[in-house]
């Protein structure tokens, strides 16, 4: 399935076994009826390789995560045909290259985590703007990415809950399309190289906003304004992890204390 070869912890020493069904793998989720793979999941486990085009086979998975291993090269392209694929996670490896375009064609998709890698380039605007209606959770935090973020104002993002983009090489401004993700919870863009103003406007239409990180960016005020607003807003919120926009502030003990409870609601 995955061209694996380093298994230090013989994670995966009851594959091909001819006494065990294919469905009682470690890892592996089957249907009902246990004649279809609908779930890979072989997060931490020290498993080292590349991961192969073949995965695109297996038409009717709903989960692929390979999280917390050590997987290298580049992510690839082929897996943009899993038309059914739910939740996809390659986070915490050694994965280099561009972020398929072709991820983009994954419309059923509500959980996407590319962060803690070596990606570079640009984010495909296939990602934000593709006509999904299901992305809650998009995580390409910790990686190289740069360019602008590509939400444009025809794009609406509207079941994103949070938006983790933090610690790469991101340029431009908060895009103003952000606002019609009404249920985000996390926004988190520190220590890029974003600019402007934040639009105050933006986060005025986030009720739901928990968790906002902006500090080690290029942001700038307008005579104070825009951060008097923002202010205003978080008081009124409760915004629990909020930064501000400069300065030297460090947030990472809390992000991940927090991302941990998030992630399990």
């Known amino acids: ?38 779930q890979l999941d072989l997060h931490d486990r020290s498993l080292g390789g590349i991961i192969s085009p073949v995965l695109a086979k297996m038409k009717f998975l709903l989960v692929l995560d390979l999280s917390g291993n050590n997987f290298r090269g580049q992510i690839p392209s082929e897996l943009g045909s899993l038309s059914q694929i739910k939740q996809l996670s390659f986070q915490a490896n050694l994965l280099e290259g561009e972020i398929p375009v072709e991820l983009g064609a994954l419309h059923q998709l509500d959980y996407l985590n590319l962060g803690s890698n070596r990606l570079v380039g640009k984010i495909p605007s296939s990602l ?5 209606s ?25 079941e994103l809950r949070f938006l983790l983009l933090w610690s790469n ?73 909020y930064e501000p926009p400069s300065g030297d502030y460090g947030g990472s003990n809390n992000r991940d204390s927090f991302t941990s409870a998030m992630e399990r609601e």
Request: aromatic share 10%; charged share 15%; hydrophobic share 40%.
């Open 1 to 38: 399935m995955s061209a694996i070869d380093s298994n230090p912890e013989n994670a995966l020493g009851n594959w091909n076994s001819s006494s065990l069904h294919v469905c009682n793998w470690t890892g592996i989720g089957c249907n009902i009826a246990r004649d279809q793979v609908v």
């Open 128 to 132: 934000f703007c593709n006509g999904s």
């Open 134 to 158: 299901y992305l809650e959770y998009m995580d390409l935090s910790n990686n190289s990415l740069g360019g602008e973020i590509p939400l444009w104002n025809h794009c609406h993002l509207k």
């Open 169 to 241: 090489q991101l340029v431009g401004q908060i895009p103003p399309a952000l606002a019609n993700s009404t249920k985000l919870k996390w926004l988190d863009v520190e220590n890029n190289s974003l600019k402007g103003e934040f639009p105050s406007d933006i986060v005025d239409k986030m009720p739901l906003l928990q968790v906002l990180y902006l500090s080690y960016n290029n942001f700038s005020s307008h005579n104070g304004n825009t951060l008097t607003s923002l202010l205003a807003f978080l008081k009124a919120f409760q915004i629990s992890g």
